[in-house]
């Protein structure tokens, strides 16, 4: 989900900011631990943070893991492909 955001700075300049989502998905195949660790090496999560995301994941099916602009989760999107799971930056 794509939200916009706009920050008044003190010259009363707008400036408006995309963020976007990134997205885990359920599957069968990764471990609770592979993707905690995920979560912690490629989103910065704490062990907590990974844990509540992965538990989300796993009961709903998907977790919004990380907002902010389009690049930056991009990038973070690749990672955790890299390592077999799902994602999308939505």
């Known amino acids: 989900m794509t939200q916009t955001k706009e920050f008044v700075w003190e010259d009363e300049e707008i400036v ?3 963020e976007h989502s990134l997205v885990v998905f ?3 195949f ?3 631990e592979h993707v905690i660790q995920t979560l912690i090496d490629v989103c910065n999560h704490t062990p907590e943070q ?3 995301c992965t538990l989300l994941i796993h009961y709903k099916g998907k977790c919004t893991v990380k907002e902010g602009e389009f690049d ?5 999107r690749n990672a955790i492909c890299d390592r077999g799971i799902s994602a999308e930056v939505l």
Not at 72 to 76: D, E, G, T, V
């Open 26 to 28: 359920n599957d069968d």
């Open 16 to 18: 408006t900011v995309e």
């Open 30 to 32: 990764n471990t609770f």
């Open 72 to 76: 930056m989760l991009k990038a973070m």
């Open 50 to 52: 990974a844990e509540q």
